[in-house]
Protein backbone atom coordinates (compact mmCIF):
# COMPACT_ATOMS: atom_id res chain seq x y z
CA UNK A 1 0.00 0.00 0.00
CA UNK A 2 1.97 3.09 -1.27
CA UNK A 3 1.94 6.24 1.08
CA UNK A 4 -0.33 8.90 0.51
CA UNK A 5 1.27 12.57 -0.20
CA UNK A 6 2.00 15.60 1.87
CA UNK A 7 0.90 18.52 0.75
CA UNK A 8 2.54 19.96 4.11
CA UNK A 9 5.76 18.57 3.59
CA UNK A 10 6.03 19.94 0.20
CA UNK A 11 4.37 23.52 1.32
CA UNK A 12 7.18 23.72 3.80
CA UNK A 13 10.03 22.60 1.68
CA UNK A 14 9.37 25.51 -1.15
CA UNK A 15 8.71 27.62 1.85
CA UNK A 16 12.36 26.72 2.80
CA UNK A 17 13.86 26.82 -0.60
CA UNK A 18 12.58 30.68 -0.73
CA UNK A 19 14.19 31.86 2.32
CA UNK A 20 17.01 29.97 1.01
CA UNK A 21 20.36 32.71 -0.17
CA UNK A 22 23.43 30.49 0.73
CA UNK A 23 24.28 30.14 -3.34
CA UNK A 24 23.15 33.80 -3.89
CA UNK A 25 26.84 34.95 -3.96
CA UNK A 26 27.59 31.84 -6.34
CA UNK A 27 24.53 32.61 -8.62
CA UNK A 28 25.89 36.18 -9.07
CA UNK A 29 29.08 35.28 -9.54
CA UNK A 30 28.66 33.32 -12.48
CA UNK A 31 26.30 35.89 -13.89
CA UNK A 32 28.72 38.30 -13.87
CA UNK A 33 32.02 37.04 -14.56
CA UNK A 34 31.55 36.88 -18.40
CA UNK A 35 31.47 40.67 -18.13
CA UNK A 36 33.83 41.33 -15.58
CA UNK A 37 36.85 39.09 -17.54
CA UNK A 38 35.54 40.76 -21.04
CA UNK A 39 36.32 44.27 -18.96
CA UNK A 40 39.88 43.02 -17.66
CA UNK A 41 40.59 41.67 -21.21
CA UNK A 42 39.97 44.33 -22.86
CA UNK A 43 41.16 46.99 -20.26
CA UNK A 44 44.65 44.84 -20.68
CA UNK A 45 44.30 44.86 -23.97
CA UNK A 46 44.46 48.94 -24.47
CA UNK A 47 46.50 49.40 -21.86
CA UNK A 48 49.31 47.14 -23.07
CA UNK A 49 48.13 48.80 -26.64
CA UNK A 50 49.25 52.38 -25.45
CA UNK A 51 52.28 51.20 -24.09
CA UNK A 52 53.41 49.60 -26.84
CA UNK A 53 52.69 52.70 -29.30
CA UNK A 54 55.07 54.76 -26.56
CA UNK A 55 57.61 52.45 -26.99
CA UNK A 56 57.97 52.35 -30.26
CA UNK A 57 57.97 56.11 -30.71
CA UNK A 58 60.84 56.63 -27.90
CA UNK A 59 62.92 53.82 -30.27
CA UNK A 60 62.46 55.31 -33.65
CA UNK A 61 63.58 58.84 -31.82
CA UNK A 62 65.92 57.07 -30.10
CA UNK A 63 67.48 55.41 -33.19
CA UNK A 64 67.45 58.67 -35.18
CA UNK A 65 69.24 60.69 -32.71
CA UNK A 66 71.81 57.65 -32.25
CA UNK A 67 72.56 57.48 -35.47
CA UNK A 68 72.66 61.14 -36.25
CA UNK A 69 75.00 61.73 -33.33
CA UNK A 70 78.47 59.16 -34.83
CA UNK A 71 80.94 62.20 -35.43
CA UNK A 72 83.27 62.38 -37.97
CA UNK A 73 82.32 59.46 -40.15
CA UNK A 74 79.98 56.70 -40.06
CA UNK A 75 80.82 53.24 -40.35
CA UNK A 76 78.39 49.99 -40.92
CA UNK A 77 80.01 48.91 -38.10
CA UNK A 78 78.35 52.02 -36.37
CA UNK A 79 75.21 50.65 -37.75
CA UNK A 80 75.22 47.64 -36.54
CA UNK A 81 76.34 48.89 -33.25
CA UNK A 82 72.95 51.06 -33.56
CA UNK A 83 70.25 48.01 -33.87
CA UNK A 84 72.41 45.66 -31.57
CA UNK A 85 72.03 48.93 -28.88
CA UNK A 86 68.28 49.09 -29.57
CA UNK A 87 67.45 45.41 -29.83
CA UNK A 88 68.73 45.19 -26.33
CA UNK A 89 66.87 48.12 -25.07
CA UNK A 90 63.45 47.06 -26.74
CA UNK A 91 62.43 44.55 -23.90
CA UNK A 92 59.87 42.30 -24.75
CA UNK A 93 58.65 43.85 -28.17
CA UNK A 94 61.20 41.81 -30.16
CA UNK A 95 61.40 44.62 -32.77
CA UNK A 96 63.46 43.08 -35.09
CA UNK A 97 61.96 39.69 -35.13
CA UNK A 98 58.27 40.90 -35.49
CA UNK A 99 58.93 44.11 -37.67
CA UNK A 100 61.30 46.59 -39.97
CA UNK A 101 63.59 49.48 -38.35
CA UNK A 102 65.14 51.66 -41.07
CA UNK A 103 67.29 54.34 -41.07
CA UNK A 104 68.07 56.71 -44.27
CA UNK A 105 70.35 59.56 -44.52
CA UNK A 106 68.90 62.37 -46.21
CA UNK A 107 70.65 64.88 -48.27
CA UNK A 108 69.73 67.59 -50.28
CA UNK A 109 70.34 67.02 -53.95
CA UNK A 110 73.16 69.25 -55.15
CA UNK A 111 72.94 67.85 -58.54
CA UNK A 112 69.93 69.96 -59.77
CA UNK A 113 69.45 73.56 -59.60
CA UNK A 114 66.39 73.64 -57.14
CA UNK A 115 68.92 71.59 -54.81
CA UNK A 116 67.12 73.59 -51.51
CA UNK A 117 63.96 71.37 -52.54
CA UNK A 118 64.98 68.25 -54.23
CA UNK A 119 66.15 65.91 -51.73
CA UNK A 120 68.47 62.60 -52.23
CA UNK A 121 68.24 59.49 -49.88
CA UNK A 122 72.00 58.91 -49.90
CA UNK A 123 71.92 55.40 -47.88
CA UNK A 124 69.88 53.39 -46.15
CA UNK A 125 69.98 50.35 -43.69
CA UNK A 126 67.64 48.04 -42.94
CA UNK A 127 67.29 45.29 -39.83
CA UNK A 128 64.11 43.14 -39.04
CA UNK A 129 62.19 40.14 -40.83
CA UNK A 130 59.24 41.82 -41.89
CA UNK A 131 59.31 42.47 -45.61
CA UNK A 132 58.24 46.41 -45.58
CA UNK A 133 59.91 49.07 -47.54
CA UNK A 134 60.45 52.37 -46.16
CA UNK A 135 56.95 54.64 -47.43
CA UNK A 136 59.57 57.63 -48.84
CA UNK A 137 61.75 56.09 -50.91
CA UNK A 138 64.87 53.59 -51.27
CA UNK A 139 68.66 54.43 -51.45
CA UNK A 140 69.83 57.06 -54.17
CA UNK A 141 66.22 57.81 -54.83
CA UNK A 142 65.91 61.74 -55.37
CA UNK A 143 62.87 63.09 -54.06
CA UNK A 144 61.19 66.15 -55.23
CA UNK A 145 60.05 67.07 -51.92
CA UNK A 146 61.46 66.63 -48.37
CA UNK A 147 61.01 63.38 -46.61
CA UNK A 148 57.90 62.31 -44.37
CA UNK A 149 54.04 62.47 -45.09
CA UNK A 150 51.71 65.47 -45.93
CA UNK A 151 52.48 68.30 -45.01
CA UNK A 152 55.10 67.18 -41.78
CA UNK A 153 58.23 66.64 -44.51
CA UNK A 154 61.62 67.08 -43.43
CA UNK A 155 64.27 68.52 -46.00
CA UNK A 156 68.05 68.82 -45.31
CA UNK A 157 69.99 71.91 -46.25
CA UNK A 158 73.51 72.12 -47.32
CA UNK A 159 76.48 70.27 -45.57
CA UNK A 160 73.63 69.41 -42.90
CA UNK A 161 72.44 65.80 -43.78
CA UNK A 162 69.24 64.66 -41.81
CA UNK A 163 69.13 60.62 -40.55
CA UNK A 164 64.97 59.72 -40.68
CA UNK A 165 64.15 56.59 -39.04
CA UNK A 166 60.79 54.56 -40.23
CA UNK A 167 59.40 51.72 -38.25
CA UNK A 168 57.41 49.16 -38.88
CA UNK A 169 55.82 46.35 -36.09
CA UNK A 170 53.10 44.07 -36.37
CA UNK A 171 51.42 44.14 -32.73
CA UNK A 172 51.65 41.68 -30.29
CA UNK A 173 48.45 40.99 -28.44
CA UNK A 174 48.39 39.90 -24.51
CA UNK A 175 46.02 37.93 -25.47
CA UNK A 176 43.46 37.85 -28.71
CA UNK A 177 43.60 40.58 -31.98
CA UNK A 178 39.77 40.01 -31.72
CA UNK A 179 40.05 43.02 -29.77
CA UNK A 180 41.55 45.44 -31.90
CA UNK A 181 42.18 43.42 -34.69
CA UNK A 182 45.76 42.54 -36.76
CA UNK A 183 47.57 45.99 -36.84
CA UNK A 184 50.82 47.17 -38.21
CA UNK A 185 51.88 49.90 -36.38
CA UNK A 186 54.37 52.99 -38.26
CA UNK A 187 56.40 55.30 -36.43
CA UNK A 188 59.07 57.67 -37.71
CA UNK A 189 61.62 60.34 -36.60
CA UNK A 190 64.56 62.37 -37.80
CA UNK A 191 67.34 64.21 -36.24
CA UNK A 192 69.58 66.85 -38.03
CA UNK A 193 73.62 65.45 -38.40
CA UNK A 194 75.92 66.87 -35.76
CA UNK A 195 79.47 67.01 -36.26
CA UNK A 196 80.12 64.87 -39.06
CA UNK A 197 82.34 65.58 -41.68
CA UNK A 198 82.59 62.72 -44.23
CA UNK A 199 78.45 61.78 -44.49
CA UNK A 200 79.12 58.80 -46.99
CA UNK A 201 79.06 56.13 -45.30
CA UNK A 202 82.28 53.51 -44.46
CA UNK A 203 83.05 50.11 -44.44
CA UNK A 204 86.15 49.97 -42.53
CA UNK A 205 85.98 46.59 -41.45
CA UNK A 206 85.10 45.27 -44.88
CA UNK A 207 81.79 43.51 -43.88
CA UNK A 208 80.21 41.79 -46.57
CA UNK A 209 76.89 40.11 -47.29
CA UNK A 210 74.40 40.28 -44.27
CA UNK A 211 77.06 41.34 -41.75
CA UNK A 212 75.54 44.90 -43.39
CA UNK A 213 72.52 46.23 -42.95
CA UNK A 214 71.66 46.54 -46.25
CA UNK A 215 67.72 46.34 -47.28
CA UNK A 216 68.15 43.81 -49.31
CA UNK A 217 68.33 41.32 -45.88
CA UNK A 218 64.94 40.34 -44.24
CA UNK A 219 66.82 38.82 -40.56
CA UNK A 220 66.86 39.71 -36.90
CA UNK A 221 70.41 38.83 -36.07
CA UNK A 222 72.31 41.92 -34.82
Not at 50 to 69: F, K, M
Not at 89 to 116: C, F, K, M, P, Q
Not at 144 to 152: C, D, E, K, L, P
Request: charged share 20%.
Amino acid sequence: MSARPNPGRWIAFAARLRRDRSAVAYLEFALSLPAVLGLFIGGSELANLAIVHTRLSQIASATADNAARVRDRIDEADINEIYFGMSKGDGSLNLLEHGRLIISSVEDNTATTTNLTDQKIVWQRCKGVKNAASSYGVEAQVLSQGIGAGTRRISATAGNPVIFVQLFYDYQPLFTNAIFGTQVITYSSAFSVRDRADNSIQNGGNLAGAAKATCNYFNAAV
